[in-house]
Nanobody, 124 residues
Framework: QVQLVESGGGSVQAGGSLRLSCALS????????LAWFRQAPGKEREGVAS????????AYADSVKGRFTISQDKAKSTLYLQMNSLEPEDTAMYYC?????????????????WGQGTQVTVSS
């Protein structure tokens, strides 16, 4: 069992930036799949970005490619999501999630451990 706590959400104008953080309760193992998801009101949950801790391989949803960057700091047991050029369509609750890496770590992977979420609101 791993606990995750997100932070860094807030309100920003279109074109602005935010960096989300996700603190893990355990040391980031070399064989985790970590990911960020988001869910806007009335919409299905969407995978945003994923990362394999062992080799650093990442994956992104088409909607955020070139604007968002997922990264890890193993020393701090923290996952990040740097979000640039934010758009109103990025408004959502953002969640981080984790699980043991089982050979698949993409933006539509199913993960067991979830944080409570942090709200991101982008105004036009």
């Amino acid at each position: 069992q791993v606990q995750l706590v997100e932070s860094g959400g807030g309100s920003v104008q279109a074109g602005g930036s935010l960096r989300l953080s996700c603190a893990l309760s355990k040391h980031i193992a070399t064989n985790y799949c970590l990911a960020w998801f988001r869910q806007a009101p009335g919409k299905e949950r969407e995978g945003v970005a994923s990362l394999i801790t062992g080799n650093g391989v990442t994956a992104y949803a088409d909607s955020v490619k070139g604007r968002f960057t997922i990264s890890q700091d193993k020393a701090k047991s923290t996952l990040y999501l740097q979000m640039n050029s934010l758009e109103p369509e990025d408004t959502a609750m953002y969640y981080c999630a984790a699980d043991w890496y089982g050979g698949v770590c993409t933006t539509d992977v199913v993960l067991r451990w979830w944080g409570q979420g942090t709200q991101v609101t982008v105004s036009s």
